[in-house]
């Protein structure tokens, strides 16, 4: 099927504006709960994740920040901070996100910034304070908080001490943070624990980020929801209210499990890119509020080859990103207004069903990149070139070491 000019027009803006941060811990070796399977070409140096980085990048041309996780790729933390702008430079990628790390030391077993204990409570905020620094000197925008925080069983803990150490915790983090940076909440239902979160939805990181300052907004993380829930519809609340902050891309089928964006469900990757790009018209025109929402990926691979997974995200989320952006919006409002049930439905899903993949390349072609991005990464060589390199020195190493 050949697509007109205005499509044609359409599709390279959409894909021009369409920017998306890996994060650091998606090239480390990771696994299950029961056990890590390591890969040879896995990285376990933020040289190495740099690397990665950059050549996905090569190969895309829409990952120019990677997201550092504190404790991974910061062991010293704001003395580390050099070591990352030399790497910045070297590898032509920049330090996206900032995320603490509140869950992997010892002290944290009953809970960070919602710990009885005020010491631990104290510390926790400290390493927040620590990466809010590291992001201030590395000129990084966004911290993104996820607490594991919660309880396992009915009555051991009180949920509302736990509400107002939260509510203080944040507020001290966002009383250091400079202009222009922003803290984003993300919410989880469960894991690691299992009967309480202590920030379950997104409702709670809404009432968080609001007690926190005007610089706090939410993250959804499409992996955190129950089974069934309307995502696109909460989205469409956080974009009303101006409390959108984030994404953390990624997939599930049962729980939080990593899996590749648009995996098991494109048509709501699909639904959510709709809500933003209605989102975005309205901005445009001055009638919306400025929209300003950062696109990360959150996955990190245990059985796929990590390179490959990390390009067929993007890949994918370019895919996506465009049917949603070839919606005739216009046309979609009027239907919706006279309530053209069918109509509308169709106009909708016919913009899903639309095999896009002629329009991406041929932007990719435009912009001087690979036509087939996974198909040149395998002719590369890149993979073979860190497995044979990597292989004998890798150990269970890396993130979630
Ligand atoms: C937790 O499941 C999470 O989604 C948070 O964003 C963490 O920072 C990230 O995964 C990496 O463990
Ligand atoms: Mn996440």
Same mark, same amino acid.
């Given at each position: 099927m050949g697509f007109s000019s205005k499509v044609s027009e359409r599709a390279v803006q959409a894909l021009d504006a369409f920017a998306v941060e890996i994060p650091s811990w998606g090239f480390a070796n990771t696994g299950t709960r029961f056990g890590k399977y390591v890969q040879a070409a896995a990285a376990t140096t933020i040289e190495e994740k740099f690397s990665d980085a950059a050549e996905v990048n090569h190969l895309t041309g829409a990952t120019p920040t990677m997201a550092l996780h504190v404790l991974w790729d910061f062991p010293n933390g704001v003395a580390d901070v050099d070591r990352v702008r030399a790497l910045e430079r070297q590898f032509g990628i920049r330090a996206g996100s900032i995320n603490p790390n509140l869950f992997q030391s010892q002290q944290y077993k009953f809970g960070s910034l919602c710990n009885p204990s005020a010491v631990i409570r104290d510390e926790a905020v400290e390493h927040v304070l620590t990466s809010i620094q590291i992001g201030v000197e590395l000129?990084?925008? =966004? *911290?993104?908080?996820?607490?594991?925080?919660?309880?396992?069983?009915?009555?051991?803990?009180?949920?509302r001490k736990r509400i107002v150490w939260l509510e203080e915790a944040l507020q001290k983090a966002h009383a250091a943070m400079q202009p222009g940076q922003r803290l984003l909440v993300e919410y989880k239902p469960f894991e690691p624990a299992f009967y309480h979160t202590d920030i379950a939805d997104w409702g709670m990181a809404l009432h968080l980020a609001k007690a926190a300052g005007p610089q706090a907004k939410v993250l959804v993380d499409l992996g955190h929801h129950y089974a069934g829930q309307n995502i696109e519809q909460i989205v469409a609340w956080l974009l009303h209210t101006g409390m959108l902050g984030g994404f953390h891309f990624n997939d599930r089928r049962y729980a939080d499990d990593d899996l590749t964006l648009g995996s098991? =469900?494109?048509?709501?990757?699909?639904? *959510?890119? /709709?809500?933003?790009? #209605? /989102?975005? +018209?309205?901005?445009? $025109?001055g009638d919306g509020m400025e929209l300003d929402v950062a696109f990360m *990926?959150?996955?990190? /691979?245990? %059985? $796929?080859? $990590?390179?490959?997974?990390? @390009?067929?995200? @993007? +890949? !994918?989320?370019?895919? #996506?990103? %465009? $049917?949603? !952006? %070839? @919606?005739?919006? &216009?046309?979609?409002?009027? %239907?919706?207004?006279?309530?053209? #049930? +069918? &109509?509308?439905? &169709?106009l909708f899903r016919g913009a899903f069903w639309t095999d896009v993949r002629p329009l991406v390349a041929e932007w990719r072609a435009a912009r001087e990149l690979p036509i087939d991005p996974l198909a040149a990464l395998r002719e590369c060589g890149y993979v073979e070139r860190i497995t044979k390199e990597r292989g004998g020195k890798q150990s269970v190493g890396g993130s979630y070491a």
């Open positions: 000129g990084s925008r =966004d *911290i993104s908080m996820w607490v594991a925080d919660g309880s396992n069983y009915p009555g051991t803990q009180s949920i098991i =469900d494109p048509y709501q990757v699909f639904r *959510i890119f /709709h809500e933003i790009h #209605l /989102h975005e +018209v309205r901005a445009a $025109k *990926i959150d996955q990190s /691979h245990n %059985l $796929k080859d $990590k390179m490959e997974a990390m @390009v067929q995200t @993007v +890949v !994918a989320a370019q895919e #996506l990103w %465009l $049917k949603a !952006a %070839l @919606v005739d919006r &216009e046309h979609l409002s009027n %239907l919706q207004d006279e309530c053209r #049930l +069918v &109509e509308a439905e &169709e």
